[in-house]
């Protein structure tokens, strides 16, 4: 007897629906038509099953204290930096543990049931750090959650940094993050990023750093952690996140940049709906859109991912953690429209971060963990176009949250007619 069969599934990349045998938390069999019995059966009914949502950069710690101390009245990051920085010394342990449970609980609804949350260690308290090291442990039975350690004001730049973030790594944050564009020169960022890494080799560790997060085309971050990546032996195991400066570089030197990313296998993390929204504040017209670029990253062969960042926080005012809301605005604002295109972008909040994360037994093959997402649509372009409801998120083999579906009917002199928004 098997715990669970998934029926009539509608995979990504299979046109036929499909069954998936679930027992002992993971998948079984993968197989249409399947002859059994189990002890929990769902009709997916044709609609799409896909490996969870995955959020590749977010800010747990500061997530939902929309307003605190005030709303960030110009929208743009210095202010939203200046805002948590007055934040911060307010924030207790149970306060923040309080708002990270309640947005866990948000994410699970939306079906991502995985998170890399940077967290800030620039306070000596680092009561970030062990709220979130708690939230991680009280949640893993539902959600993976990696963090990172994060120098928000200077690695270099604030005395006591280093000294935090060793002492967060301590206390088990998992990975080593920075903020290179953020110190006082361009020389000292490159110091921090090579110091970071060399912290990170000691200790056997990821690294995942804020890079170049600016419209500056002269940061040229990105390629210094290329650089020590390879030094180091790192391959594989660096992100470079927002990478937004590179929407504003010389063609001819990303033309030499992106094979060095490539060379040192690092993943790129862009955060659209952030992007789109911080970077050109400088520009009159015309404005620039700011993300770093994505097609053209993909297209040689790197590892792309997308992240939410915020949700409701001093720099981001909206937001339900909907890993589809990030995705549609990324394949809008990197003009990937095409079939093909829009699938890789489905794969950028799926399996990409996947990979990134070193997240085992993720996906939907035999073998792998029964964690999955049934979505009120047929295929990964229709999910991006209509960010469906999800019917059921399981973990495990086990269903951990569902929304009913969405059936809107519209009258017209009297007779009844349901919508689908589908052709």
Not at 59 to 77: E, I, K
Not at 221 to 238: D, F, P, S
Not at 308 to 333: F, I, T
Not at 342 to 350: C, D, I, K, R
């Amino acid at each position: 007897m098997l715990d669970l069969i998934v029926r009539n599934a509608r995979l990504p990349h299979e046109a036929e629906p499909t069954d998936l045998a679930v027992l002992d938390g993971k998948i079984v069999q993968v197989k249409p038509a399947l002859d059994a019995q189990a002890a929990e059966e769902i009709d997916a009914a044709g609609h799409l099953v896909t490996a969870p949502f995955i959020d590749s950069h977010f800010h747990m710690d500061a997530t939902l204290t929309y307003g605190q101390p005030r709303v960030n009245a110009s929208g743009t990051l210095l202010e939203g930096i200046a805002l948590w920085a007055e934040l911060k010394p307010t924030l207790s342990v149970d306060e923040i543990k309080a708002r990270a449970l309640r947005f866990c609980r948000w994410s699970i609804a939306r079906g991502t049931l995985a998170i890399r949350s940077h967290v800030d260690i620039s306070d000596d308290r680092l009561l970030a750090v062990q709220a979130l090291i708690d939230v991680r442990e009280e949640m893993k039975p539902w959600l993976d959650i990696q963090l990172v350690a994060f120098p928000q004001d200077g690695f270099l730049r604030l005395p006591r940094a280093r000294e935090n973030l060793l002492r967060s790594l301590d206390m088990g944050v998992d990975v080593v993050g920075g903020i290179p564009h953020f110190e006082r020169t361009m020389a000292d960022g490159a110091d921090s990023v090579r110091q970071l890494c060399e912290i990170a080799s000691k200790r056997g560790l990821m690294v995942d750093m804020h890079c170049d997060e600016s419209d500056d085309p002269l940061s040229r971050h990105i390629e210094t952690l290329a650089c020590e990546t390879v030094r180091l032996g790192l391959q594989g195991r660096v992100a470079g996140s927002h990478l937004t400066s590179m929407h504003s570089m010389d063609n001819y030197y990303v033309s030499k940049l992106m094979p060095l990313i490539m060379e040192a296998r690092i993943h790129v993390i862009a955060n659209p709906l952030i992007n789109i929204t911080l970077q050109g504040r400088h520009d009159t017209y015309p404005k620039r859109r700011g993300m770093t670029r994505v097609k053209e990253l993909m297209q040689a062969g790197i590892n792309v991912s997308m992240g939410h960042d915020c949700v409701m926080d001093p720099w981001y005012s909206l937001g339900s953690h909907d890993m589809l809301d990030v995705a549609q605005m990324g394949l809008h604002v990197a003009q990937m429209t095409g079939i093909k295109e829009m699938q890789a972008v489905f794969q950028a909040v799926t399996a990409n971060p996947a990979r990134a994360l070193h997240l085992d037994g993720y996906g939907l093959d035999v073998g792998c963990h029964a964690d999955m997402v049934i979505l009120q649509c047929k295929d990964p372009v229709e999910a991006l176009r209509l960010r469906p409801a999800r019917l059921f998120v399981i973990r495990r083999g086990k269903i951990i949250a569902r929304t009913m579906p969405s059936e809107p009917v519209v009258t017209l002199d009297g007779v009844e007619e349901t919508v689908t928004f589908s052709l």
